[in-house]
Every structure is written in structure tokens, then in C-alpha cells.
């Protein structure tokens, strides 16, 4: 077995992926490797849109939208990037469980994911990116479960998932305000 040179994690936004962010990064600190956070993206409505009516400045802002989203991701895992770590974000066009497949194929590479649940019918109808990288890949691959929190939020119904559909920002996680006497 060849010995880690680099962490790759796969990002998607969402605050589901920030425990395996945060994993990858304390396996790249603690064996002084160097972190690769990957963000996969789509034009809307897929390739096939996209190659239908082809517009390069949509497709500029998509790729810089998702670059936005993986640092914001990054800003709101680390609260600022850890100087400790060598970090080489990525942001690449196409299926995330290809994509990440693809970026985690060198010896050495160690791929780490997060495995969210989803309901039963989107199971059934759309192959997950963790379960395609595990069937896939040909490094070692680190499967993160979502924190304790996420499956707390679960019990409850719409507010849950809307809460769970929407990037985190830095503010979600910042202290109130303190009050103020009148």
C-alpha cells in the first residue's frame, strides 16, 4: 500500500459537506499533506441544455458562482482558511461523482466524502455521489456521516429541510447581537 500524499474532498455548498471538510483537514494538518477541496458544477439543465444554446458569459458566471460557493464553504468550515494547511481548491465542470473520481486518481490520493441521507424516492431515482465514489474510485475513500445536529434537524418537517437546502453563511454561526438596556 502506497503511502497519503494529498487529501481530496469533495464540496458541495451545502453545510451537509462541512464534517468531511473538516475531517479532510485535520488528516492533511496532523500528516502534513496538502488539502484539495473539489466543487463540481453543472449549467442548469445539464450538458445537454447547455450544448443546446451555448452562452459563454452564463457559462463564466456559473464557474464563478461555484467558485464563490467552494470559498464560502471554506470561509464558514475554517472560519478563514487555516494557515497550517497548503490548500488547492478546485472548481470543475461535470458530474460531482466523476469529478471527484477523476481529481482523486493519482498513487497516494486519499478521496474523503460525505454520506447525507436523502429520502427514499431520491435514492431511487438518482444514483448519490458518495455511493458512485465508492464503487469508483481507485484510492482509498473516507466516508464522513453527517454531523449530529443535521440529524436532529430531520425530525422536524419543512423548516428542516429548508434550513438543510440552503448554504450557511457566516452569520448563521455568529454570536447575537448583545443586548442593549434602554
Known sequence: MTAISRVIVGVSGSHGCLPAVRYAAEIACAHRMPLIPVLAWQPPGGDLAERTH???????????????????????????????IPIRSQVVRGEAGRSLVETASEPGDLLVIGTGRRPGISRALHAGVSRYCLAHA???????????????????????????RRPLSAADIAAPPPATRT
Open 138 to 164: 481507485g484510492c482509498p475513500v473516507l466516508a464522513v456521516p453527517p454531523s449530529p445536529l443535521t440529524t436532529e434537524l430531520r425530525r422536524f418537517s419543512f423548516r428542516s429541510w429548508a434550513i438543510r
Open 54 to 84: 451555448p452562452s459563454p458569459a452564463l457559462r463564466d458566471l456559473w464557474a464563478e458562482a461555484a467558485c464563490r460557493r467552494l470559498q464560502a464553504t471554506l470561509m464558514v468550515a475554517f472560519g478563514g482558511l487555516p494557515p497550517e
